[in-house]
C-alpha cells in the first residue's frame, strides 16, 4: 500500500511511504514503527477501526492501481464509514441514543460495537467509504460496487 501513495495520515501522524525504502515490511523495525503510528491513538475502539481501514486499504494492492496519489488521510475514511452507518440507521428511522457519538473521536457507539463482517458490519462501510474516497484513482472498468 505504502508504493502506491505517499503514506498514510492515521490521526494527525504519518507514516510516510519512505518507510518501505528504510525497511522491508518483514522486518521488526517496520512492524515497531506501524505500532508506534497506531500506539498515539489513545481509543482502543478508534485504533480498531483504523487497523481495519488500513486492512481494507491493502487489499487494493492487488488491484492493477499505479498510483493512489498522496497523502491517504486514515481517519477521515473512517469518519466517511461513520457517517454512511449513520445515514443508514437514520433511513431506518433510528434517533436518540441509537445515534450517539463518542465525544473524543465523533465515532457512532454502535458503529464501534458493530460486527467487522456482514452486511452492517464496519468492513462494509469502510468498503465503501474508501470507494468514495479514492473514487478517482479506481480503474473505471471491470469493477461494480452495489
Known sequence: LLFQCHGLSIDGYVLPSSTTREMTACEIKFAVHVESVLNHVPQPEY????????????????????????????DRIVHMAN??????????????????????????????DSAPSGAYGTMTYLTKAIIIYLHDFLPSTGCAMQ
Not at 51 to 58: F, P, Q, Y
Not at 62 to 67: F, R
Open 47 to 74: 485504533r480498531q477501526l483504523l487497523v481495519e481501514a488500513i486492512l481494507v486499504l491493502t487489499f487494493l494492492s492487488d488491484i492493477e492501481v499505479n498510483s493512489i496519489g498522496g497523502i491517504i488521510h486514515v
Open 83 to 112: 457517517d454512511l452507518f449513520l445515514q443508514e440507521l437514520k433511513s431506518f428511522g433510528a434517533t436518540g441514543r441509537l445515534l450517539e457519538k463518542d465525544v473524543a473521536t465523533g465515532i457512532c457507539h454502535f458503529f464501534y
